[in-house]
């Protein structure tokens, strides 16, 4: 075999590993519940879903990534939001996780068999003039809506759960 030519499939191989690993998801994943002091929460229309509305959410990009630091990427690349210019105490972990089957539509987005993702639940007080940039690649509309609305409104049901959680906490 050529020495070239078999460089070039070793090249050709590292490649196809790399990009499998940045296709694929890991199954742990972070949602965001972003709020305002009225009450009112964001929530964000997916792009390649109509009407499915939904929080921040997003896996971890690699093993062992903080999961602050995963919420706080995930903000920022779906809502333009830079949590790191907020009040130091605006992003709480709500020390909840779930796990739940992932819907069978986006399970190809997974290691083959992986039919589960284990979900952490974070919430975002906002300033109430905060501005909303959307990654139009990622999600088309947003709106905010006061809390039981928004939980109604969600496609997730555990989603809709984390909104009440977060609001039945803070009556308490």
């Known amino acids: 075999m050529n020495v070239n030519y078999a460089n070039y499939i070793s090249v050709f191989a590292k490649q196809r590993l790399l990009h499998k690993y940045h296709i694929l998801k ?54 333009g939001i830079d949590v790191c210019q ?18 069978p539509q986006w399970r190809f987005r997974y290691e083959a068999g992986v039919i589960k993702n284990t979900e952490h639940w974070f919430s975002l007080l906002v300033p109430d003039e905060t501005a909303v940039t959307l990654s139009p690649r990622e999600h088309i509309a ?9 939980a109604a409104k969600c496609f997730s049901p555990s989603n809709g759960q984390a909104i009440l959680q977060l609001f039945s906490s803070k009556a308490s």
Do not use: C
């Open 142 to 150: 947003y709106e905010w809506l006061p809390f039981a609305a928004a």
């Open 26 to 79: 890991i199954p742990v994943s972070v949602l965001v519940v972003i709020y305002k002091s009225n009450g009112e929460v964001l929530l964000i229309e997916r792009a390649d879903r109509e009407g499915f509305w939904q929080s921040v959410t997003g896996s971890i990009d690699f093993p062992g990534e903080d999961l602050r630091q995963a919420a706080i990427r995930e903000v920022q690349e779906e809502t």
């Open 86 to 103: 907020l009040n130091p105490d605006a992003l709480q972990d709500m020390q909840h996780q779930i796990e739940y089957e992932i819907y």
